[in-house]
């Protein structure tokens, strides 16, 4: 973090609390549901939380929000760990919030002594008519009026499990006439007969978001519990729920949640791409998921980079998902194990080239002044991209064409000298000849050529597949697209290469490395490879090939 950097609202609000001697130490939590793995957003607020408590000191909690035991499952509860680790952090506790089931249950029951909780029987459509407008007060109906011990000893019954799913709930007995809808005696805990994936069957009734969220931070003695802007109509509530109970003041501060272009940020839009089928799993590489990211070799020093510059906003905004890729590139260029990879091959026999092969040495990073070097066989046939020849080249055309001069990357200037042709007249190779006096490092021909080629030996050639990949969506903003949002997915976003040729360098891989392959882009292997089939993610093209320019 640069020193010169100032305070974010959050940072601002921490330093008072310290300076004022409000807290010793201030505790933050990361509260994740494990319905769903996580995504870039949820990046943002674990660097939040976590970046906190490293700035100013103290501790930050995990906390598995875990209290809907229908949607929740332990792989979630495993990726999420595994996606907070790889981002860098460490939990002082990994706590959740069904370990507290036993004090909720305790903190009901309070309230319903001080009178300040009643079971009601009336359906879910009934409670909501009777919840009024934001405009017309809400009416109580006569549950409302049950006594302190006829409400203990339905809600016993009720945990008992002696009523079906949606026969009673307990409310909060708080204002039907509060401009806040939410304080209009909200549902605090609900019946549901299902298995939850900590606490089996022992529970039948489940407290409510609002019931356990802030009452599991006072618990945890959370100083700052930061959430995101739609919860704040809920503070006052959070705020009511600590008071009536009398526990630990946390205090609830919101920003803006991350919202990025050409892509989805919930985990039940996530979860329909991966049940539908529409990406591989939920580590697809074209997924805004941490897990998605890193498969594709996105960098956890990029990703925290990214979080840190888009910074800490009080207003709902849309990021250029161009600026993640910048930070992505701008690791990589510093770490990257430069490559020659080509795709679309074309022969060139280079007619005057004596040897049976020559290792040339090539830097394996020109960016890095300590870099190493591997070396790399040029022989008589080559390949080189399709691409960089043409017959009939227009001006400025700095590649190859015949009678045309070009470098091939850390070895010789060829010529080409002859085009040849199947009976279609299509082109299947060149003849060439090279200058053994122009040997990069060593160039004593005195030409001078403005195009650099890069190549690959064909007998040494190594097969690989290559999977590049394109935005998820074709539209910027998707959550404001017309329709449904499946509607906008690019049907274009994967191009798989099923056979392109490597410099045999590549056979020596492993997922660690990240590689430019030059002129192509930044690649890293994926997890499909195998001993027998090497496959390459793109990770990120070498520029912006989109027309917005991303600034520094
Ligand atoms: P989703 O809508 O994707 O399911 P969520 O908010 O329900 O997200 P949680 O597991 O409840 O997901 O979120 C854990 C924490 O991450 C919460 O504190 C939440 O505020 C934060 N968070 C979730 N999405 C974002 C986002 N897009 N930007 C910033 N923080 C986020
Ligand atoms: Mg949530």
């Not at 080189?384 to 064409?401: H, T, Y």
Request: aromatic share 10%; charged share 30%; hydrophobic share 35%.
């Amino acid at each position: 973090m640069s020193e010169e950097k100032s305070l974010n609202f959050l940072e601002e609000i921490i330093e008072k609390d310290l300076a004022e001697g409000k807290y010793q130490s201030i505790t933050t939590r990361f509260p994740p549901e494990p319905n769903g793995y996580l995504h870039i957003g949820h990046a943002k607020s674990i660097c939040l939380n976590f970046g906190l408590t490293q700035k100013f000191g103290g501790k930050t909690n995990l906390r598995f929000d875990d209290t809907n035991p229908v949607t929740e499952e332990t792989e979630y509860v495993d990726s999420i760990k595994e996606d907070i680790q790889w981002l860098g952090f460490n939990w002082a506790n990994e706590l959740y919030a069904s370990d507290y089931f036993d004090t909720l249950y305790e903190f009901a029951v309070t309230l319903i002594n001080k009178n300040l909780a009643y079971v009601d029987d009336s359906t879910s459509e009934e409670i909501a008519q009777q919840k009024g407008t934001p405009t017309t007060p809400g009416i109580r109906n006569k549950f409302s009026e049950r006594t302190v011990e006829e409400n203990l000893k339905l809600f016993i019954e009720m945990r008992e499990g002696k009523y079906a799913d949606g026969e009673k709930v307990l409310r909060a007995k708080i204002d039907m006439s509060s401009p806040n809808m939410h304080m209009r005696d909200p549902i605090i805990y609900r019946i549901k007969h299902a298995a939850h994936h900590r606490t089996g069957n022992k529970w039948c009734i489940y407290p409510m978001y609002d019931f356990a969220h802030g009452q599991s931070d006072s618990i945890e003695n959370i100083t700052h519990s930061i959430c995101t802007l739609e919860f704040i109509p809920h503070r006052e509530l959070y705020n009511w729920l600590i008071q009536q109970l009398e526990i630990f003041p946390s205090k609830q501060y919101e920003f803006a949640r991350l919202n990025m272009t050409y892509t989805v940020m919930s985990k039940r839009k996530l979860l329909q791409l991966v049940n539908e089928k529409h990406v591989i799993a939920w580590d697809d590489p074209r997924m805004p998921t941490i897990s998605g990211m890193r498969r594709r070799g996105y960098g956890a020093t990029a990703l925290r980079d990214f979080c840190d510059k888009i910074g800490v906003a009080k207003r709902e905004n849309l990021i250029d998902i161009g600026l993640l890729e910048f930070c992505v590139r701008e690791e990589l260029n510093k770490t990257a194990l430069r490559r020659m990879v080509v795709f679309n091959p074309l022969k060139i026999t280079i007619t005057n080239f004596g040897k049976e092969v020559e290792w040339v040495s090539i830097e394996d990073n020109p960016e890095d002044e300590n870099t190493t070097h591997r070396k790399v066989p040029f022989s008589k046939e080559i390949y080189i991209e399709q691409e960089d020849f043409l017959e009939n080249p227009p001006k400025k055309f700095f590649r190859l064409f015949p009678g045309g001069k070009v470098r091939l990357k850390g070895a010789y200037i060829i010529e080409c000298n002859e085009v040849v042709k199947d009976i279609n007249g299509n082109i299947i190779e060149l003849k060439c000849s090279y200058i053994p006096e122009s040997k990069s490092g060593n160039d004593t021909s005195g030409i001078h050529v403005k195009g650099t080629l890069h190549w690959v030996s064909v007998a040494h050639a190594v097969h690989a597949e290559v999977k590049l990949y394109d935005r998820l969506f074709h539209v910027e903003n998707v959550a404001e697209a017309e329709g449904d949002f499946k509607e906008h997915i690019n049907p274009n976003s994967l191009q798989v290469l099923d056979k392109v040729y490597a410099e045999p360098a590549l056979l020596d891989t492993n997922s660690n490395n990240r590689y430019q392959f030059l002129r192509k882009g930044y690649f890293c292997l994926d997890k499909d490879s195998s001993s027998e089939k090497l496959v390459f993610n793109r990770t990120v093209t070498l520029k912006d090939t989109w027309a917005k320019e991303v600034k520094k």
